[in-house]
């Protein structure tokens, strides 16, 4: 019985361990999402799922500031957005407390097989309240049209600029009918208007897929991306850096020297408050199309602005905790630590699942997160390059107009509910048997066994061998046993 009852609460603790498994959020792989960090929360917004091409609108993210293993990130979701987008761009702004611009990007209709338009060119998600809002601007150049593989950098006074990336001007079916753009469109985040300033000197070609970090507040570096020049698509050489002045709207390039970095775009890059900007992966193909994809070495290269010319260095970083090469990833940098997760794997063309760490102040891949013992080392972060997004945290604005708050928790999260629906249900069969076993054991248990002197009913007495009454109990069963 003891047995029994052993193993009846190994695979009752066994079930309950599962359930606990199985309700851990799991996000699918995906790209061409958005991504920025809100203090130590780092969200993801939306993108395209690889194994099915199906598209998301589900918001996930994972709080920084506790420690946990590459093997298993502890991965949230939030409310979803609106629309299923993918190829936006995203900014945290702070009017009104904190609150997260969704930017441009294309959506799918509800069959989820036609690619269109956003239903609003801006939606504001608030983390507090959990609410998704459809921001009303004004002054866009064509409200017809929407931008992709661009790039969302906010300022003090709560200027937002997005330069270039592709003008989606039709579309057909799943067919994007366009191409890049080299203007400066600035959205401001306290008056929600859009203008498009006239920039002094030096405009870049047109282009798409490249990162976008702030310096001092005033200066945006543009690295790399994927350009349109008479008629050929072709990647940005990576010693061209690109600034330009927030103050005079202008622009002007640094070339940059020192190890060779390969012309690429869909990369990352985080930007360290000693003025180092570290990228990583990417993709060199000269083509707009995600199905080819070379990858762009090194993986991991540092370019310093401390010096005049900016100057790249690419070390030799080996560890079983590497990153594989990836592009349309997102990164992160909060306290020394650079977080990257999902993308393509270049090699493979396969989606990434994981997350992995680098150590910014060791130079070092590691397997988990160590926030306590960080020391505050970061500034802006940059990430998600085709859909690219920054992560300010000294940036203003925000705004909100009509109120849409939207339920979905997205797809990843149905799958969860149904399998702890059935592993509680199996539970629940599972302890209503072992109670009914146990009390069916237990009555059996305290039955009395039938001994001289008693009966099991206890009201007839089992003859005492010996007297009479015995051996007159036993010639009649005998009596009995012969009648048959």
């Known amino acids: 019985m003891k047995c029994i009852q052993r193993i009846f609460y190994t695979c009752f603790m066994s079930c309950l361990l599962s359930i606990f498994v199985i309700c851990q959020f799991t996000p699918l792989p995906r790209y061409y999402q958005t991504s920025v960090l809100d203090g130590s929360k780092f969200y993801v917004l939306g993108g395209i799922y690889r194994n099915n091409f199906a598209y998301t609108n589900e918001v996930i993210y994972i709080d920084l500031s506790k420690k946990f293993e590459i093997s298993s990130p502890p991965w949230n979701v939030a409310v979803g957005t609106p629309d299923k987008e993918f190829l936006a761009t995203s900014c945290l702004t702070s009017v009104n407390g904190s609150n997260i611009f969704l930017i441009g990007g294309l959506a799918t209709d509800l069959t989820g097989l036609n690619v269109i338009y956003p239903s609003s060119l801006v939606y504001t998600?608030?983390?507090?309240?959990?609410?998704?809002?459809?921001?009303?601007?004004?002054?866009?150049?064509?409200?017809?049209?929407?931008?992709?593989?661009?790039?969302?950098?906010?300022?003090?006074?709560?200027?937002?600029?997005?330069?270039?990336?592709f003008q989606v001007d039709s579309i057909v079916a799943s067919n994007r009918n366009g191409n890049y753009a080299n203007f400066m469109n600035v959205l401001n985040a306290n008056t929600l208007t859009w203008s498009q300033p006239n920039t002094i000197s030096n405009a870049l070609t047109p282009r798409g897929g490249y990162t976008a970090n702030l310096l001092n507040n005033s200066f945006i570096i543009y690295i790399g991306g994927l350009q349109f020049v008479n008629g050929v698509y072709s990647n940005v050489d990576m010693n061209e850096i690109q600034i330009f002045n927030t103050n005079s709207l202008s622009w002007s390039t640094m070339h940059a020297y020192?190890?060779?970095?390969?012309?690429?775009?869909?990369?990352?890059?985080?930007?360290?408050?000693?003025?180092?900007?570290?990228?990583?992966?990417?993709?060199?193909?000269?083509?707009?199309?995600?199905?080819?994809?070379?990858?762009?070495?090194?993986?991991?290269?540092?370019?310093?602005?401390?010096?005049?010319?900016?100057?790249?260095?690419?070390?030799?970083?080996?560890?079983?905790?590497?990153?594989?090469?990836?592009?349309?990833?997102s990164a992160t940098l909060y306290n020394g630590i650079m977080f990257i997760a999902f993308g393509l794997q270049t090699f493979s063309r396969s989606p990434n699942y994981y997350i992995y760490i680098f150590d910014v102040q060791k130079y070092a891949w590691v397997s988990s997160?160590?926030?306590?013992?960080?020391?505050?080392?970061?500034?802006?972060?940059?990430?998600?390059?085709?859909?690219?997004?920054?992560?300010s945290t000294t940036s203003p604005a925000t705004s909100s107009t009509t109120s849409s708050t939207n339920s979905s928790m997205g797809q990843g999260t149905s799958g969860i509910i149904i399998s702890a629906i059935v592993v509680?249900?199996?539970?629940?069969?599972?302890?209503?048997?072992?109670?009914?076993?146990?009390?069916?054991?237990?009555?059996?248990?305290?039955?009395?066994?039938?001994?001289?002197?008693?009966?099991?009913?206890?009201?007839?007495?089992?003859?005492?061998?010996?007297?009479?009454?015995?051996?007159?109990?036993?010639?009649?069963?005998?009596?009995?046993?012969?009648?048959?």
Do not use: E
């Open 424 to 484: 509680g249900g199996f539970i629940f069969i599972f302890i209503i048997g072992g109670i009914f076993y146990l009390m069916k054991s237990r009555n059996s248990r305290d039955k009395p066994i039938p001994t001289p002197g008693t009966f099991p009913d206890n009201i007839h007495v089992i003859p005492t061998p010996g007297t009479n009454a015995y051996r007159f109990h036993n010639d009649y069963a005998q009596n009995l046993r012969d009648s048959k």
């Open 369 to 391: 997160s160590q926030p306590n013992a960080l020391s505050s080392t970061t500034l802006s972060t940059i990430s998600s390059t085709t859909s690219p997004t920054t992560s």
């Open 258 to 329: 020192g190890d060779v970095v390969t012309a690429r775009n869909s990369h990352t890059t985080v930007l360290t408050n000693d003025g180092h900007i570290i990228l990583f992966g990417g993709n060199s193909a000269n083509d707009i199309n995600d199905n080819s994809i070379i990858s762009a070495l090194p993986d991991l290269a540092i370019l310093d602005t401390n010096v005049s010319p900016y100057k790249w260095s690419a070390p030799n970083i080996t560890s079983a905790y590497a990153s594989p090469s990836l592009c349309y990833h």
């Open 125 to 165: 998600f608030n983390p507090n309240t959990l609410q998704w809002t459809t921001t009303t601007t004004t002054g866009f150049y064509n409200t017809s049209k929407t931008m992709t593989r661009m790039q969302a950098v906010i300022v003090d006074n709560g200027n937002i600029f997005i330069f270039g990336g």
